[in-house]
């Protein structure tokens, strides 16, 4: 679980509160503020805001869900704003898959020659902590499984 909290930010134009990025696990259960708009997500190249519905949680499919789908269903890609008046919490739970498993395309998920693997078998445990080390920019970490084609 990660807790984000974003001060009010003088420059909102020049500072993210979280830089894109996907997340690396299956999927992710976001808790937001529900009176500051901060997440977006990017969305046929455009980044759109998603606003905050009281009482209710955003779940983002994650990129273990990507791989494993052979890319079927992608990871979203988003990141966090900040606003020049209000400070915005977030809590975000990430479900992880186990450490030891091996992910790559389910074979129900690949369709040779129509859609061959995407993706690359790997470790969970060395993929996330690839994707941990490495600055957040966007879905760049993901060309680490792609199968270059
Ligand atoms: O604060 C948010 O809305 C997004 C946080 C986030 O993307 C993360 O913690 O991975
Ligand atoms: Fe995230």
Redesign the pocket.
């Known amino acids: 679980m990660?807790m984000?909290y974003?001060p009010p930010c003088s420059s909102p134009d020049l500072v993210f509160?979280?830089s894109p990025?996907s997340?690396g696990g299956s999927l992710?259960v976001?808790l937001?503020d529900d009176d500051v708009i901060?997440?977006q997500i990017k969305h046929k190249g455009e980044w759109i805001p998603?606003k905050p519905i009281p009482n209710a949680l955003?779940v983002n499919i994650s990129d273990a869900i990507e791989i494993m789908s052979n890319g079927v269903y992608k990871s979203i890609e988003?990141?966090?704003i900040t606003n020049e008046k209000k400070a915005?919490i977030?809590a975000?739970a990430?479900a992880h898959v186990d450490d030891e498993l091996e992910i790559g395309p389910l074979d129900s998920m690949v369709d040779d020659p129509h859609r061959p693997p995407m993706y690359k078998k790997i470790k969970y445990i060395d993929y996330i902590r690839q994707v941990l080390a490495r600055k957040m920019d966007g879905k760049d970490h993901t060309d680490l499984v792609k199968i270059q084609t």
């Open positions: 990660r984000n974003y509160g979280v990025h997340d992710t976001l937001q901060g997440l998603v955003v988003h990141r966090a915005r977030s975000a990430f």
